[in-house]
């Protein structure tokens, strides 16, 4: 058992029952995304487990999380073969609100040769793409921001280039997106949090699917009488989340 209490102004019993709900927040338009208890609530459930709050107006809140015992790992299990992630050369715009996921984002991807460029919010990724239409190879976009979220930014950036390449994270799952209308299926999609050897990997596989995908398509127009045909696997011509 896990117990976490705080000494805050409490909840009433009608706030309890929605608490894990997503996009349910008691703050202001803006300040809060409603995600974050319920993210926590998916987590322990896949562990599972359960979470319960107990609150009162004027009393504070305590949380108690409870997990299940596990077995010890089994012996003599042959050990994984780890292979190390690949960089890159390729420019990379990221549009992410919190700043301490942005620095820790830039900097991997930075370590791994790509080159960054970062944006705040959804506004300022489709500013920032303007000025860099040329050369970027990939969006990295979180679904929930201010003033424009992931889901609208990509599609004002497609309007400018129709080709450009994009990877959505966010905390929780693409159904809650697809079943909200913030994201289409057929979109690149991961969830946080996401260890570095994953993000890596995923960035790597997009855009080496791209290539080849310029590179069949270059192929059938130098074909006599050959039309190109969509790429295999771009999420614009699929109807299912490609992660």
Same mark, same amino acid.
Request: charged content about 25%; glycine content about 10%; overall charge negative.
């Given at each position: 058992?896990?117990?976490?209490?705080?000494?805050?102004? *409490? /909840?009433?019993?009608?706030?309890? $029952?929605?608490?894990?709900?997503?996009?349910?927040?008691? %703050?202001?338009?803006?300040? @809060?995304?409603?995600? @974050?208890?319920?993210?926590?609530?998916?987590?322990?459930?896949?562990?599972?487990?359960?979470?319960?709050?107990?609150?009162?107006?004027? /009393? &504070?809140?305590?949380?108690?999380?409870?997990?299940?015992?596990?077995?010890?790992?089994?012996?003599?299990?042959?050990?994984?073969?780890?292979?190390?992630?690949? *960089?890159?050369?390729?420019?990379?715009?990221?549009?992410?609100?919190?700043?301490?996921?942005?620095?820790?984002?830039? $900097?991997?991807?930075?370590?791994?040769?790509?080159?960054? #460029?970062?944006?705040?919010? @959804?506004?300022?990724?489709?500013?920032?793409? #303007?000025?860099?239409?040329?050369?970027?190879?990939?969006?990295?976009?979180?679904?929930? /921001?201010?003033? %424009?979220? *992931?889901? =609208?930014?990509?599609?004002? #950036?497609?309007?400018?280039?129709?080709?450009?390449?994009?990877?959505?994270?966010?905390?929780?799952?693409?159904?809650?997106?697809?079943?909200?209308?913030?994201?289409?299926?057929?979109?690149?999609? #991961?969830?946080?949090?996401?260890?570095?050897?994953?993000?890596?990997?995923?960035?790597? =596989?997009?855009?080496?699917?791209? %290539?080849?995908?310029?590179?069949? $398509? $270059?192929?059938?127009? &130098?074909?006599? &009488?050959?039309?190109?045909?969509?790429?295999? &696997?771009?999420?614009?011509?699929?109807? =299912?989340?490609?992660?």
């Amino acid at each position: 058992i896990l117990s976490v209490s705080d000494t805050g102004c *409490g /909840m009433d019993e009608k706030t309890i $029952q929605r608490i894990f709900d997503p996009f349910f927040t008691t %703050k202001e338009v803006g300040k @809060g995304t409603g995600l @974050g208890l319920s993210i926590v609530y998916g987590i322990i459930k896949q562990h599972n487990g359960e979470i319960h709050a107990y609150s009162e107006s004027g /009393m &504070g809140t305590t949380f108690r999380i409870y997990l299940p015992l596990t077995k010890p790992a089994a012996e003599g299990r042959e050990a994984e073969t780890l292979v190390a992630p690949q *960089g890159g050369t390729e420019t990379v715009l990221i549009a992410e609100d919190d700043r301490e996921v942005r620095r820790l984002t830039l $900097q991997l991807l930075s370590e791994y040769g790509y080159t960054i #460029i970062e944006a705040v919010d @959804g506004e300022d990724a489709i500013n920032k793409f #303007i000025e860099n239409k040329n050369t970027v190879s990939l969006l990295i976009l979180d679904v929930i /921001m201010p003033k %424009k979220n *992931g889901n =609208e930014a990509y599609k004002a #950036i497609s309007k400018i280039r129709p080709d450009v390449k994009a990877l959505f994270v966010s905390g929780y799952s693409a159904e809650i997106f697809h079943h909200k209308g913030i994201l289409e299926k057929g979109l690149d999609f #991961i969830s946080k949090p996401v260890s570095p050897d994953k993000l890596l990997k995923t960035v790597r =596989e997009i855009l080496d699917r791209q %290539k080849k995908c310029d590179a069949s $398509q $270059q192929g059938a127009l &130098g074909a006599p &009488g050959s039309l190109s045909a969509p790429c295999s &696997g771009d999420p614009r011509e699929s109807s =299912e989340t490609v992660l």
